[in-house]
């Protein structure tokens, strides 16, 4: 009676088996209750709880014993900084980025971009306003003397020159990049003096063959599992996050050290980017195979393709964007400067409204640029000439209704414009020409787009800063592109073709 009335227990016939059991089953409760890795595990065989994995050491944060509302915040603050790089890092390696190439290429270019924001910030005074004013129109003839009229005499040469240095690209970049770091130290040390000018000179010609290379240099890196023009988009997104980062860092330092201390800052980035352009994967050099291109919609040499009426209705369409972009760099600045002379406003006013009409070109490329990376843009001749228009629609807008809001609208539309054209560009240059042929379209096309930049900074430096006056002429021009760019989408042109130019020759 006694051993049935603890059954269960040690009365039960079966207990003295379960715990010989536990005692020769390792890690089940008996005796081996510590295994190989010294952690002692509780009854249960492989149902119990496991311990914890030891900490990473970049994600461990060692918390102080005494918690302050200044040491929560700066652990918040590590933390939170970690997640963004480390957000940063899988967005730069997503889809391939890091194996193709495009990481380092990427990198290479951003920090051109901070460069060259970084240069912006630091002759805003000296370039755009002191050559703004009034009375100083000798200034504003040699800026556009030794800046904007040598580019447009270079940029032609710059596509035919990527087809004969094929198998220098990378070295190519590199010596664009230290050549910008050099032109930076120039100007720094000949601040106040005419060597400004063409330092200044060299730094644009610099950046923009650097941009024309970069060109010619992604087709190469574009990962299997993206597009051609979202990889342009992508570039440029994070080329303008960069531009940002670089233009408030260069602000930093110019409010610290005056200008030359933001010209040393963008010194040191084009030194890093010379280091970075040669980090990019050396298989970017092996263009065996590859075929030039000519612009001609006929080929006029053997051994060259031409780029056939696709690509020149979308260099048309993009050619008379960038006109507009072009002129809204150079006549914000002059304008800006005219209207703050007139109400007696400060510097700082005049830094605030010019910051708007660049903030809101900014914030247009950026959503140009995200929406043309993420969204499949169907028919690229049609985005193309929507663009087109959409920005003779804004000027049209800022010639009624001159001012800096309206000014503004016109950076925003126009900056959206030339990033979803760009990518429409991109996209056209994809389908119509071989892959043999598509370095070489890029490198020319991007020669044209930077020209036709230049030719709209021209035009705005040339012009009276008065809002109504500028918007008008350049909506006039881009009427004639918007014309221009229809014609071409059906073979036809505006201009005389070249039979016409010999048969007028002839005559």
Request: proline share 6%; charged share 15%; hydrophobic share 45%.
């Amino acid at each position: 009676m006694f051993g049935s009335g603890s059954a269960g227990k040690s009365g039960s016939p079966h207990y003295g088996d379960r715990q010989r059991r536990a005692a020769a089953e390792p890690g089940a409760g008996g005796f081996d209750r510590y295994g190989t890795d010294g952690h002692i595990r509780p009854p249960g065989g492989s149902r119990a709880r496991r311990p914890p994995p030891p900490e990473n050491d970049r994600t461990r944060q060692r918390v102080p014993k005494k918690l302050t509302v200044t040491r929560v915040a700066a652990m918040r603050g590590r933390e939170l900084s970690g997640r963004a790089v480390d957000a940063f890092h899988r967005m730069h390696g997503a889809d391939g980025a890091e194996k193709s190439g495009l990481t380092s290429l990427s990198y290479a270019l951003m920090l051109n971009y901070a460069s060259d924001a970084a240069l912006a910030v630091a002759l805003a005074n000296t370039l755009f306003f002191s050559a703004a004013s009034a009375e100083s129109q000798g200034k504003v003839a040699l800026y556009l003397l030794v800046t904007l009229a040598p580019f447009a005499l270079i940029a032609p040469l710059i596509g035919p020159a990527l087809d004969r240095v094929q198998h220098g690209r990378r070295v190519a970049m590199s010596v664009a990049s230290a050549g910008q770091a050099l032109m930076c130290v120039i100007i720094a040390v000949y601040f106040d003096t005419w060597a400004l000018y063409p330092a200044a000179l060299g730094k644009l010609v610099l950046s923009k063959s650097f941009i024309v290379l970069k060109s010619a240099i992604t087709p190469r890196v574009v990962p299997p599992d993206i597009t051609l023009s979202k990889t342009n988009a992508r570039l440029t997104v994070f080329g303008l996050a960069a531009a940002g980062v670089g233009g408030g860092v260069a602000s930093l330092f110019s409010w610290l050290t005056d200008s030359p201390g933001a010209l040393l800052f963008a010194a040191t980035i084009c030194g890093v980017g010379a280091f970075q352009a040669m980090r990019i994967p050396s298989w970017v050099e092996h263009t065996e195979g590859e075929e030039p291109t000519t612009l001609h919609t006929r080929p006029l040499r053997r051994r060259k393709r031409h780029i056939g009426p696709g690509v020149v209705h979308a260099l048309w369409g993009n050619g008379s964007v960038r006109l507009l972009t072009g002129f809204l760099m150079l006549f914000a600045a002059f304008a800006v400067k005219a209207g703050a002379e007139q109400n007696d406003d400060g510097p700082f006013v005049q830094l605030l409204l010019l910051g708007v009409i660049g903030g809101a070109a900014g914030l247009g490329g950026f959503l140009g640029n995200a929406v043309g990376s993420r969204k499949y843009l169907g028919r690229p001749d049609q985005v193309i000439t929507g663009a087109v228009a959409a920005t003779l629609g804004a000027t049209v807008l800022a010639a009624i209704l001159p001012g800096v809001p309206t000014a503004a609208v016109v950076g925003l539309v126009g900056a959206t414009a030339s990033a979803l054209a760009k990518i429409s560009l991109d996209a056209v240059i994809q389908h119509d020409l071989p892959e043999r042929s598509r370095a070489s379209a890029f490198g020319r096309s991007e020669t044209v787009l930077q020209l036709a930049w230049c030719c709209g900074g021209a035009v705005g430096l040339l012009l009276p800063p008065t809002y109504w006056l500028g918007f008008l002429v350049i909506s006039a021009l881009l009427a004639l592109g918007l014309v221009q760019t229809l014609l071409a989408r059906h073979g036809r042109s505006l201009l005389p073709s070249p039979d016409a130019l010999r048969r007028a020759v002839r005559r």
